[in-house]
């Protein structure tokens, strides 16, 4: 049986959780100082301090450590003052040191120099309503631009050497959106059978130059290693000219076929692209517990897989998708809180910095549910970005009800399950110090539906499960925008009941409301199940493309 998309295992009650108030970014402080280093430098060193959310009780900064200048800065460290009532709480990518109210801040070793022109990021939580800081000063010089240290002066060198890294995080180089922001598709190893969807139609469809990354779902853990999914899929079967990105039939001693060819062709033609393999899913994710027993030795062959000469120019990274660390999927896991942070742990040791290593993990929002079984908060600081799967929170593997859609943006009355929404989960995962700019919101390419149903609005009983094309209760987005039109919206997205069955999914309209709120809350951008499941001129990846702009 082939692995298909996450299905959620059946939750126990739980409270709801508070979501945290929107928004948008405040800038609280562009400053900048002379360089301290060879007199031929130009221009300054910089930093800005950005409020991405504000609670109240608390709020998230991102700060940004800028070169203006022409010369590589080797280190930087940057003082100030928090006002009273103000105190980080969690951080990440930086070394922080304090004294009373005074902050000292240093990059991590592993970032490296700071090449000209050139960004490093950092990011802070702290308590109380947001307040700028005061007395700033990056290398010495005033942090608004000021008189420094004179430019004669040597940029201060270390004495001695900086340890090896255990928890790098890259800072991520790809455009993403004009606002910066990531567009991440799933596709489906096994859609090139029935569904007989092809990377060809990734580019006919217009979505290429949409996206900014691509997951190929899924590669295996088997025996607590990656191992291939399906190697005919994946470097074998043969393409026509007619199937192929490049115009070109394979040919039968072609080195390397499959999709993995054909993703390598995508990936020349639209060069902006990365391209990630995924391993796990709902189906293969019981190896991940012998995984977290030798982490090393399963990073180890996740690198050699990925890295394979026959294909490693086709993958920029890997991505971990357990269903569910120290929690229940289609099997359970006891490896305890941690195991989740030593896998991603030994894949980034191993990847290096300049690989993308990414995670999907749950979107259980509930108090004492699966995201507080894992300490995702430490492993975040490893990973580019973490990907809540914002979906398949309710639908008809209940056969009998109530009908609810499976993935609302926010809670609303009557719903089955606290902390079953989008906004409680990332609530819950702020809060834990995952910093907003690391993750991405979900979107489902497809609804879930129950028969037997007479009530229209949210909250009825049903018989049983919608008949689909592929599976019972469910279907691809672009068959029910025709076949059972949208009657409805609860929760930010919308539902449909035609005849006697009932139906919930995202429409482009429902997409641009939840992009919305995403920008609001400073996150990273979004990602979804999977790329088959929009029309054939890519509706619901514009809506996500255009919302983020």
């Given at each position: 049986?082939?692995?298909?998309f996450?299905?959620?295992?059946?939750?126990r009650r739980?409270?709801a959780?508070?979501a945290i108030?929107a928004v948008?970014?405040v800038v609280?402080a562009?400053?900048?100082?002379?360089?301290?280093?060879?007199?031929?430098?130009?221009g300054s060193l910089?930093?800005t301090?950005?409020?991405?959310?504000?609670?109240?009780?608390g709020?998230?900064v991102?700060?940004?450590?800028?070169n203006?200048t022409?010369?590589?800065i080797?280190?930087?460290?940057?003082?100030?003052d928090?006002?009273?009532?103000?105190?980080?709480?969690?951080?990440?990518?930086?070394d922080?040191t304090r004294?009373g109210?005074h902050?000292?801040?240093?990059?991590?070793?592993?970032?490296?120099?700071l090449?000209p022109?050139?960004t490093q990021?950092w990011?802070?939580?702290?308590?109380?309503?947001?307040?700028?800081p005061?007395?700033?000063?990056?290398?010495g010089?005033s942090?608004?631009?000021?008189?420094g240290?004179?430019?004669t002066?040597?940029?201060?060198?270390?004495?001695?050497?900086?340890p090896?890294?255990t928890?790098p995080?890259?800072?991520?180089t790809?455009?993403?959106?004009?606002?910066?922001?990531k567009v991440?598709?799933?596709?489906?190893?096994?859609?090139?059978?029935g569904?007989?969807?092809h990377v060809?139609?990734?580019?006919?469809s217009?979505?290429?130059?949409?996206?900014t990354?691509i997951?190929y779902a899924?590669?295996n853990?088997?025996g607590?290693?990656?191992?291939?999914g399906?190697s005919?899929?994946d470097?074998?079967?043969a393409?026509?000219?007619?199937?192929?990105?490049?115009?070109v039939a394979?040919?039968?001693?072609?080195?390397l076929?499959?999709?993995?060819?054909?993703?390598?062709?995508?990936?020349k033609k639209?060069?902006?692209?990365k391209?990630?393999?995924?391993?796990?899913g709902w189906?293969?994710?019981?190896g991940?517990?012998?995984?977290?027993?030798n982490p090393a030795?399963?990073?180890?062959?996740?690198y050699n897989?990925?890295?394979?000469?026959?294909?490693a120019d086709?993958?920029?990274?890997?991505?971990?998708?357990w269903?569910y660390?120290?929690a229940?999927?289609?099997?359970?896991?006891?490896?305890?809180?941690?195991?989740?942070?030593n896998?991603?742990?030994?894949?980034?040791?191993?990847?290096?910095?300049k690989a993308?290593?990414t995670a999907?993990?749950?979107a259980?929002?509930?108090n004492?549910?699966?995201?507080?079984?894992?300490?995702?908060?430490t492993?975040?600081?490893k990973?580019?970005?973490?990907?809540p799967?914002?979906?398949?929170?309710?639908?008809a593997?209940?056969?009998q009800?109530?009908?609810?859609p499976?993935?609302?943006?926010?809670?609303y009355?009557?719903?089955?399950?606290?902390?079953?929404?989008?906004?409680?989960?990332?609530?819950?995962?702020?809060a834990?110090?995952?910093?907003?700019s690391?993750?991405?919101l979900g979107i489902?390419?497809?609804?879930?539906?129950?028969?037997g149903?007479?009530?229209?609005?949210?909250?009825g009983?049903a018989?049983?499960p919608?008949p689909?094309?592929?599976?019972?209760?469910?279907?691809?987005?672009?068959v029910?925008?025709?076949?059972?039109p949208a009657?409805?919206?609860?929760g930010?997205?919308?539902?449909?009941?035609?005849?006697?069955?009932?139906w919930?999914?995202?429409?482009?309209?429902?997409i641009?409301?939840?992009?919305s709120?995403a920008?609001?809350?400073?996150?990273g951008?979004a990602?979804?199940?999977?790329?088959?499941?929009?029309t054939?001129?890519?509706e619901?990846?514009?809506?996500?493309?255009?919302?983020?702009?």
């Amino acid at each position: 049986m082939r692995p298909r998309f996450h299905r959620p295992s059946r939750r126990r009650r739980a409270l709801a959780v508070t979501a945290i108030a929107a928004v948008t970014g405040v800038v609280a402080a562009l400053v900048a100082a002379s360089l301290p280093t060879a007199a031929t430098a130009a221009g300054s060193l910089t930093a800005t301090f950005t409020a991405t959310s504000d609670w109240g009780s608390g709020h998230e900064v991102s700060v940004k450590v800028n070169n203006g200048t022409t010369a590589t800065i080797p280190t930087w460290t940057l003082e100030f003052d928090l006002p009273s009532g103000v105190q980080i709480t969690s951080l990440w990518d930086a070394d922080v040191t304090r004294t009373g109210n005074h902050y000292r801040v240093t990059g991590k070793s592993w970032a490296g120099a700071l090449a000209p022109g050139a960004t490093q990021s950092w990011g802070y939580i702290a308590s109380g309503a947001f307040k700028a800081p005061t007395g700033c000063t990056v290398n010495g010089g005033s942090c608004t631009g000021g008189p420094g240290p004179s430019p004669t002066s040597p940029t201060p060198t270390p004495t001695t050497p900086k340890p090896t890294p255990t928890t790098p995080t890259p800072t991520p180089t790809d455009p993403g959106t004009p606002s910066g922001q990531k567009v991440v598709g799933y596709f489906a190893e096994w859609g090139v059978y029935g569904r007989n969807y092809h990377v060809k139609n990734i580019d006919t469809s217009g979505s290429a130059s949409k996206l900014t990354h691509i997951l190929y779902a899924f590669g295996n853990t088997t025996g607590g290693r990656c191992t291939i999914g399906d190697s005919y899929a994946d470097y074998d079967k043969a393409y026509t000219a007619a199937d192929s990105v490049d115009g070109v039939a394979d040919t039968w001693d072609q080195p390397l076929r499959g999709s993995f060819n054909q993703l390598r062709e995508l990936k020349k033609k639209y060069p902006h692209l990365k391209v990630i393999w995924s391993f796990g899913g709902w189906t293969w994710s019981g190896g991940f517990t012998q995984a977290a027993q030798n982490p090393a030795a399963f990073a180890e062959s996740c690198y050699n897989l990925v890295e394979d000469p026959r294909w490693a120019d086709v993958f920029d990274g890997i991505d971990v998708d357990w269903e569910y660390p120290n929690a229940c999927g289609l099997t359970c896991d006891s490896s305890g809180p941690q195991a989740f942070n030593n896998v991603v742990t030994a894949l980034r040791n191993k990847f290096g910095s300049k690989a993308l290593v990414t995670a999907a993990i749950t979107a259980d929002g509930s108090n004492g549910g699966k995201i507080d079984a894992t300490d995702y908060a430490t492993a975040a600081q490893k990973l580019d970005w973490i990907m809540p799967m914002t979906y398949d929170y309710f639908g008809a593997f209940n056969p009998q009800g109530p009908t609810a859609p499976h993935s609302p943006l926010t809670s609303y009355p009557g719903i089955p399950q606290a902390g079953f929404n989008s906004a409680d989960a990332v609530a819950k995962l702020k809060a834990k110090g995952v910093p907003s700019s690391k993750i991405l919101l979900g979107i489902g390419f497809y609804g879930r539906g129950w028969n037997g149903v007479t009530q229209t609005a949210p909250g009825g009983s049903a018989t049983g499960p919608a008949p689909g094309t592929y599976e019972q209760g469910i279907e691809d987005y672009k068959v029910l925008k025709n076949r059972c039109p949208a009657t409805g919206t609860v929760g930010g997205t919308a539902y449909a009941k035609c005849g006697s069955e009932w139906w919930s999914y995202d429409t482009p309209s429902t997409i641009n409301g939840k992009m919305s709120w995403a920008k609001s809350q400073g996150l990273g951008g979004a990602f979804f199940w999977e790329l088959s499941g929009d029309t054939t001129n890519g509706e619901l990846i514009t809506a996500i493309n255009n919302g983020l702009k």
